[in-house]
């Protein structure tokens, strides 16, 4: 079956802090690879994608995302974490003409 | 301009009612999809349409009908609401199925008592 898993479903982390929300992959094939990010009472908001070439992917907001094929990991990451940052992250793997899958999110918490 | 808007934003209702929420696109994408949220924040796809034509139908209750009169709305029917319907429901769209990125509306939070 094709997934996407997040391990953690909390992460804390000081503001200034460099940030990392896990996300690991089981797609055959090429997959597509998303980060969004929800904040309270909203909709998801797509921040980053990996297609193919370079593994690191830098998005919205100064965030970027690695892809690792070995370790069939994305994982999303900031140098420095800022409190507006708090907020539920989704990563989600998709392919052209197939569904979509999304993870079951990963609450961030900046602490000032 | 808003690119994905959904109405009502919010919809409290009894059980055994029908309702219908809204959705529309003006970006110009090919499919839209409809997703759940529950109250642990998990997403679920429901239905997914490419050019008005239904190409994903999880496995929820045939009282769910999506309708796509065209290609930028993609409305909901819900027929003998339940007490477990309740949750957050999002339209998003994207360009490509599947493989684009993914735009999603502000949600509408159907509460049912």
């Known amino acids: 079956a094709q997934s996407v898993a997040q391990p953690e479903d909390q992460v804390n982390v000081a503001e200034g802090n460099p940030l990392t929300v896990k996300c690991t992959y089981s797609?055959?094939?090429?997959?597509?690879l998303f980060w969004y990010v929800q904040y309270p009472n909203r909709g998801l908001q797509f921040l980053l994608k990996?297609?193919?070439?370079?593994?690191l992917v830098k998005g919205s907001y100064g965030f970027e995302a690695e892809f690792n094929k070995s370790q069939t990991s994305f994982h999303l990451k900031k140098p420095s974490a800022l409190v507006s940052d708090s907020a539920l992250y989704f990563c989600?793997?998709?392919?052209?003409?197939?569904?979509?899958?999304f993870g079951t999110g990963t609450s961030l918490t900046v602490i000032p | 301009d808003t690119a994905v808007s959904q109405t009502p934003k919010y919809l409290v209702t009894q059980m055994g009612n029908d309702k219908s929420i809204k959705c529309e696109q003006n970006?110009?994408?090919?499919?839209m999809y409809w997703y759940k949220q529950d109250s642990k924040k998990f997403l679920k796809i429901m239905f997914s349409?490419?050019?008005?034509?239904?190409?994903i139908n999880e496995t929820v209750p045939n009282r769910f009908s999506p309708k796509s009169p065209d290609k930028a709305h993609l409305n909901l029917h819900i027929n003998s609401l339940e007490l477990g319907d309740s949750a957050v429901y999002f339209c998003?769209?994207?360009?490509?199925?599947?493989?684009?990125?993914?735009?999603f509306g502000p949600g509408t939070r159907l509460t049912v008592t």
């Open positions: 989600a793997s998709g392919r052209i003409g197939n569904q979509f899958y």
């Open positions: 797609v055959s094939g090429n997959p597509y």
């Open positions: 990996y297609i193919t070439g370079d593994n």
């Open positions: 970006l110009g994408h090919d499919t």
């Open positions: 349409y490419n050019n008005k034509e239904l190409i």
């Open positions: 998003a769209s994207s360009q490509v199925s599947g493989g684009g990125e993914q735009y």
